[in-house]
């Protein structure tokens, strides 16, 4: 018998997985000149000083060798007190588990507790990732819609006429990517109840907690229903330490022993000088300092970017209250999809927006902007994109 030759061999599960959107704009705006990007989700500003001479302490101390699987004790100790001091959140540290970022944190829960025949509700628009890794897990997708005259806040009701008895969990994001939407008390405490009463997981994702404006609050969900909560976050926004790769997930402990056991697997550990400079970002006053700074500067651009969307001809902007995007309505009586929009943008504005459809088909007919760019771009951005629309 012969076979055939093949220069590679793929396992089918690949094939699942979609190419980003948002990668495939950043390319295509890649081979233009004079492009100015709203597009990219990352701070623009440098990680802090004092969390970057920790690193370099701790490198010099001999920090390069493998560290426990779950993580340093010490940095496990000091989320804990976080948690505690911010929250007044009791949380043990052998909970917590040290990521490589909150994309290990949302893979390895998917992983954890999905298999072939459950059912994972993942809210429409939604940050991209949660149902590639879905799929992954081989779960089934059920979108729940998030919708303006509700703030895009998840509808407590919605979700109950969604969840069968193959339901196994929830994803949350708040505050929100893509929409800047915030999570109120209310809504937070009827979800907790809901998960504990079908007896789901939430998987909540919550990176943006620091960037609030207009005096909003967040709360994180492991306070309304904590034996039901696997609670992932980064360091990446709230310390502007996206290439760092550090985060953490915080479970129930049974959870938290299968996570880690994955974990071992998958990366072994997180950086040991990398967590030790977590230990500083969490205990430093100076670090929370420049988290401060951050957070006032982007609440500048906020307000100085929907000064500007408000008074564009075809848009209409969401006023967000987290994170660091602005969710913007196309008129529907320009009869163009968000992808053609986006596309009409960088070609006769040179400007980067996202579609909405990037995060799921209950984004079409929206665009996402950030404003984690200088304040000088943004207003040629802006200007850019006035000129453009007032033309259409």
Known sequence: MRYRKRKYFLAGRINLIQRSKIRELFEKASKM??????????PDFGTPEVIKDAAKR?????????????????????????????YKIDVDPS???????????????????????????????????????????????????LREENKF??????????????TRMLVMNYPNNPTGAILDKKTARAIGEIAEDY????????????????GAKHYPMIKYAPDNTVLANSFSKTFAMTGWRLGFTIAPVQVIRDMIKLHAYVIGNVTSFVQIAGITAL??????????????????????????????????????????????????????????????????????????????????????????????????????????????
């Open 33 to 42: 000149k004079g492009v100015i990007s709203l597009g990219i989700g990352e």
């Open 58 to 86: 701790a490198l010099e101390e001999g920090y390069t060798h493998y560290t426990p699987n779950a993580g340093i004790p010490e940095f496990r100790e000091a989320i804990a007190e976080y948690y505690h001091d911010f």
């Open 95 to 145: 909970n917590i588990i040290v990521t490589a970022g909150a994309y290990e944190a949302t893979y390895l829960a998917f992983q954890s507790l999905l298999e072939a025949g459950d059912d994972v509700i993942i809210p429409d628009p939604a940050f991209v990732c949660y149902v590639e890794d879905a799929k992954i897990a081989e779960a089934g997708i059920l979108r729940v819609p």
């Open 153 to 166: 806040r998840i509808d407590p009701d919605e979700l109950v006429e969604m969840i069968t008895k193959r």
């Open 199 to 214: 007896n789901i997981y939430i998987l909540t994702d919550e990176p943006y907690e620091h960037f609030l404006y207009e």
């Open 283 to 392: 205990r430093d006053k100076r670090s929370w300092e420049a988290v401060e700074r951050m957070r006032e500067t982007y609440d500048e651009r906020r307000k100085l970017v929907m000064k500007y969307l408000s008074k564009m001809p075809h848009i209409t902007p969401f006023r967000p209250k987290g994170a660091f995007y602005i969710w913007v309505k196309i008129d529907p009586e320009l009869d163009m999809s968000s992808e053609d929009f986006a596309d009409w943008l960088l070609e006769n504005a040179r400007v980067v927006v996202i579609p909405g459809t990037a995060f799921g088909k209950h984004g079409e007919g929206w665009v996402r902007i950030s404003y984690a760019t200088k304040k000088e771009q943004l207003i040629e951005a802006m200007e850019r994109m006035h000129a453009a629309l007032s033309k259409m």
